[in-house]
């Protein structure tokens, strides 16, 4: 007799099932062009560095507030967490305030974030360096902004009530983004903070 | 205990047609056509949009041969001469080469994998859209006078500010990035689409050597298009925004985009070629009456020449002065990559030279296709060797080289792809007279027009000049390339004319006219919306073939299996061993995608014409859109499993 096809029970373990959404699929493959676009803009920071024969950069860039500002990110990245695993039991409050931290943690970052711009002495176009500091960490703040917006559009819908079902897996496709925007940042910090120490 | 409900498995009749046809038709209508998310429609649309790009590139090429035909010519301005080979460049390389297959795999694939469509259909009528606008983007400049000019590899600094002060290289670095985004969107539909709803039985090594081409090829563009996208992100800040990436006074690195350009670049090359390898794999063996000779070996080396592919952009740098080291090392491994391609070339001859051709226009395509790889492989790997790459650089050699590979690897695949897939696509066949004549005319054009350039380069002649002195020693061979480029052009006028008479008086087409062994000819030609009536279960590589070849006793399902009914529905399978995982709810129409496309398309003229209130305008208009199209409303799948009963 022919196998047959069988819809299967529910074991209550709606993480098992995530990987059966095509949207979860989806942005594994979003997040890896997306390490792409860094690896390859990171590259182009070391080419630079190795083809400029002199000192680079100029003096190396404090930590101060990009060191605790790293931190506040990967804070955030732990209440995303926090937040899905509450969403996959079914605790839409408690989903919805963990949401509410990250997207607070995040409005931290980016404000902080502007801070050190402001604090620069140099500007995306007085020399190599400036651009590809103000390109890079500019276009890892974009994707700060686009990963705010998801998760207060998430929240929003939360409310609305637009996510009861526990297998709706919304939440945790974009908690996979906003890992990858804090991963991002770390080789982003180490690029510009670490590296001009370690020579 | 939660209860267990069987999924019913039933027979394929015309009452469960009828309803799936009711399901699944896209409304009717200019509307309907504009929110249609079926893959075989946005297929045609992506097909004939690609033939309309090689057309355009075509005619400029006409252009710059009648240009070149003879010595001292002014028929163009050298201006004008340097948009032309740029349009042309960019059109094929860009416009054409890559959406053509696009759009052959988003028709052929779900019917190949016997699924009712794409893992994401909205994400698929978007990707058509964006590519539509962006080659819209790219055309308007040409017609206002200001096209790209810089070669469509767009050297810094000749496409820096100081020396090209238009807007020309803007429009062509923002439309490259906008394609950039289709392409993405498109290749990671691909791969979702191939590790996720395939037939369940449709194991990894039953899959067809097409699907594997446009796997690898998407994977490579998932990893690779950024570089490109960068490279030319960084250019436009570099014109509009005054940073110094490219710039030498400042301590820019103009190397720096010779390296993000040919590190797409190169895997690109395979991008566009690895498809149209698959086409020949599949459907030269229908022709030899045989399955495809070293199956695994062909579908292996597809994928190691991707993987090879990403390690050998240098050499399209080796004039630049760069270390020796480095250059022995990018040498040694654009020798290697011949490899696997020559594994490939054994595959088809032996499929041919063990089976019993059948000398249809397709398989002549597809032989003629074997020959001229084997041309163009050889003076890749000619080029290969560092001094034999500072003699022949920039010379005519290169231009024979890369048009032995794109025409001959992807515009004859693809000609012959289309006779062989076009009774499916219309339910009418192609003439077989015509495409005689279609064929020879555009074999023999071809190689009048190509194989003598192999000398003008070796006798010095530069490319990218408007013109020469009539002392040169070119005269005769730039004529004979001029006379067969006019002739091939005959061959691909021929090739429309046999399209637009078969369209309405083409011989009805059953649905296997070629007795093949895949399950896109299990379907009715044209196939209907939903493709299936049921889910196939695929017991083979051949599901079509098992009583012939009698590999195994089992024999695949075709008419029985899932009905799954209940709206738009397919189903997921594991990724290696396509057991049943999933049903999968799909997408209905929706003008979502064509409006982010639009809205998108706005945010690069903005972008173009440094609007900020226009792109703030674009960036929320396309905000709406995605918010409708990824409002939730529905759920989007429910885990089923095999019960082994």
Redesign the interface.
């Known amino acids: ?10 074991r209550g373990s709606v993480s098992d ?1 995530l990987k ?4 979860w ?2 942005m594994l ?2 997040v ?3 390490a ?2 860094f ?3 990171l ?2 920071y070391y ?2 560095a190795i ?2 024969h002199s000192v680079w950069p100029s003096s190396a860039p404090s930590m101060k507030l990009a060191l605790p500002n790293t931190i506040i990110l990967l804070v955030s990245s732990v209440t995303v967490w926090w937040a899905d695993r509450q969403y996959i039991a079914g605790r839409m409050t408690e989903a919805m305030d963990g949401l509410a931290a990250s997207v607070g943690l995040g409005v931290v970052f980016f404000g902080m974030q502007l801070i050190e711009w402001h604090n620069k002495t140099f500007t ?2 007085s ?2 360096y ?3 500091y103000f ?1 890079i960490t500019g276009f890892h703040m974009a994707h700060v902004v686009v990963g705010l ?1 998801i998760m207060a ?1 998430l929240i929003l ?1 939360l409310a609305l009530g ?2 009861s ?1 526990r ?4 939440v945790s496709i974009a908690a996979i983004y906003w890992h990858f925007v804090d991963a991002v940042w770390l080789t982003v910090f180490f690029t510009f903070y670490i590296t001009p120490y370690l020579s | 205990m939660a209860q267990i409900s069987a999924i019913p498995i039933v027979d394929a009749t015309p009452e469960l047609a009828r309803k799936l046809d009711g399901i699944w038709t896209s409304g009717s209508g200019v509307l309907g056509w504009l929110s249609s998310v079926d893959h075989k429609s946005i297929g045609i649309r992506y097909i004939v949009t690609a033939f309309i790009f090689l057309l355009m590139g075509g005619v400029e090429a006409l252009v710059m041969r009648v240009q070149l035909a003879r010595p001292d010519q002014h028929f163009l301005t050298p201006e004008q001469y340097n948009e032309f080979f740029t349009m042309h460049g960019v059109s094929m390389i860009f416009w054409y080469a890559s959406p053509i297959l696009s759009g052959i795999s988003n028709y052929i694939w779900p019917l190949l994998l016997g699924s009712r469509d794409m893992a994401f259909p909205r994400l698929n009528a978007l990707s058509y859209w964006i590519y539509l606008f962006s080659g819209i983007f790219l055309y308007a400049s040409f017609a206002a006078g200001v096209a790209p000019d810089a070669g469509w590899f767009n050297y810094v600094p000749y496409a820096s500010m100081d020396y090209n002060p238009g807007i020309n290289i803007d429009v062509y670095s923002l439309a490259l990035i906008l394609l950039g985004i289709s392409t993405t969107v498109g290749a990671v539909n691909f791969i979702v689409t191939l590790l996720r709803t395939r037939a369940p039985g449709m194991s990894i090594n039953r899959l067809p050597i097409m699907v594997w081409g446009t796997l690898t090829a998407s994977v490579g563009n998932v990893l690779a298009v950024p570089a490109v996208s960068l490279a030319f992100f960084l250019l436009w800040l570099d014109r509009r925004f005054g940073t110094h990436f490219y710039d030498v006074p400042t301590g820019g690195q103009p190397l720096l985009w010779q390296h993000l350009f040919w590190m797409f670049g190169h895997p690109w090359v395979y991008a566009i070629v690895l498809p149209a390898m698959g086409i020949v794999s599949d459907a030269l063996p229908v022709f030899c009456r045989r399955p495809l000779f070293g199956y695994t070996v062909v579908a292996l080396s597809t994928v190691l020449t991707m993987v090879i592919g990403f390690g050998v952009w240098v050499h399209h740098m080796f004039a630049t002065g760069l270390p020796n080291i480095g250059m022995s090392f990018f040498s040694a491994a654009s020798f290697v990559i011949v490899i696997p391609s020559a594994v490939a070339v054994f595959a088809w001859t032996a499929t041919i030279a063990l089976g019993r051709p059948r000398m249809t226009t397709a398989f002549l395509f597809f032989a003629s296709f074997i020959v001229m790889f084997v041309i163009g492989g050889v003076s890749g790997f000619m080029t290969a060797a560092v001094p034999v790459d500072w003699q022949l650089t920039d010379t005519y050699f290169i231009v024979a080289h890369i048009h032995y590979v794109l025409i001959g690897i992807n515009v004859f695949p693809v000609i012959g792809g289309i006779y062989y897939w076009f009774p499916k696509m219309t339910g009418r066949m192609l003439s077989e007279r015509l495409g005689k004549w279609c064929f020879w005319l555009t074999f023999i054009g071809f190689n009048v027009a190509f194989l003598p350039m192999h000398l003008t380069g070796l006798r010095g002649m530069p490319r990218r000049i408007y013109t020469y002195g009539p002392d040169f020693g070119w005269n005769t061979l730039n004529m004979i390339s001029s006379i067969g480029a006019f002739v091939l052009a005959i061959g691909i006028l021929l090739f429309l004319v046999d399209v637009a008479i078969s369209l309405r008086r083409g011989a009805r087409a059953v649905d296997n006219p070629w007795d093949a062994p895949t399950l896109e000819w299990a379907v009715p030609s044209p196939p209907p919306d939903y493709n299936f009536v049921v889910i196939p279960k695929v017991a083979s590589r051949h599901p079509l073939w098992e009583d012939r070849l009698g590999e195994t006793g089992e024999r695949s399902l075709l008419n029985r299996g899932c009905s799954l009914d209940d709206g738009r529905e397919t189903l997921a399978t594991t990724s290696i061993d396509a057991e049943p995982d999933a049903i999968l709810k799909m997408p209905e129409d929706s003008f979502a995608p064509l409006i982010l496309a639009i809205s998108l398309s706005g945010l690069f003229v903005a972008m173009l014409a440094q609007s900020v209130g226009g792109g703030v305008l674009a960036l929320c208009v396309g905000f709406i859109a995605m918010l409708t199209w990824l409002w939730p409303e529905r759920v989007t799948f429910r885990p089923v499993e095999e019960s082994h009963g």
């Open positions: 007799m022919a196998d047959a096809i069988v819809l299967r029970p529910d099932d059966k959404s095509s949207g699929w989806g493959f979003l890896a062009t997306e792409a676009v690896a390859y803009l590259f182009s080419y630079m083809e400029n995306l176009a020399d190599p400036g651009s590809l390109t917006v559009t819908w637009h996510l079902d297998r709706n897996s919304a």
